[in-house]
């Protein structure tokens, strides 16, 4: 069940923010996002099931989500999970957090928020111009931004296989917490944006099966 809405939040207008409490309800409610709205498409891996774009929180994350257990692609969460106890870990997105152009991209934004916690400018991105299309990463852009004594995380995807979205969304939140940690503040809810939210149409028959073993919230 989607967690309850922060208040303050829908008077600033959020309301279309859709808030679950953990990785393993969103990963079902963006599953049922598309499934529910989503029209055929087309991507560079085939055909899909397209979605509209989707804007979504997840309050607490963890390889160890009982849904994700449950229904999630086992082999590759104990994999995740194992390459977190590693001393060191790199992954994928590393060098474009890291040493992009030489650039430390999470350096220059705890530096920023240290000298001007109230700033709306600790934005990064994970794209470089010119870049053949084959190589651009869906994960497009991190924003940082401090509120409420928390600091608040929105990874932005240009484009998102939902079905495996979970995978991402856990190595982005300990990219949040290394962040809050290098600051001395909680780290708040992760925030989402996928543009183009999908499922291929080859997974269809897996997603179905999900989301009938995965009661909607409130019904009988």
Do not use: K
């Amino acid at each position: 069940m989607p967690a309850r809405g922060d208040e303050r939040g829908d008077r600033r207008g959020d309301r279309d923010v859709r808030r679950w409490e953990t990785c393993g309800q969103a990963w079902i409610g963006a599953l049922r996002h598309v499934w529910a709205a989503g029209e055929a498409g087309l991507e560079d891996g085939g055909p899909i099931i397209e979605g509209p774009p989707l804007l979504f929180e997840i309050s607490s994350l963890s390889w160890e989500d009982p849904i994700l257990h449950e229904h999630g692609d086992r082999a590759r969460l104990v994999r995740r999970a194992e390459e977190r106890t590693r001393r060191v870990v790199r992954g994928r997105y590393w060098p474009r957090l890291h040493d992009l152009d030489g650039h430390d991209q999470i350096r220059w934004v705890v530096d920023l928020l240290r000298a001007r916690p109230w700033t709306t400018s600790a934005w990064i991105s994970l794209t470089i111009p010119g870049e053949p299309a084959d190589g651009l990463p869906a994960l497009t852009a991190l924003s940082f931004r401090l509120h409420g004594y928390r600091l608040i995380m929105t990874a932005m995807f240009r484009s998102q296989n939902v079905h495996r979205g979970y995978l991402m969304y856990i190595p982005l939140r300990e990219v949040q917490l290394g962040v809050a940690e290098e600051l001395g503040l909680p780290a708040g809810p992760l925030r989402v944006f996928v543009d183009v939210p999908h499922v291929h149409v080859a997974d269809a028959e897996r997603v179905a099966s999900v989301l009938a073993a995965v009661p909607e919230p409130n019904a009988a």
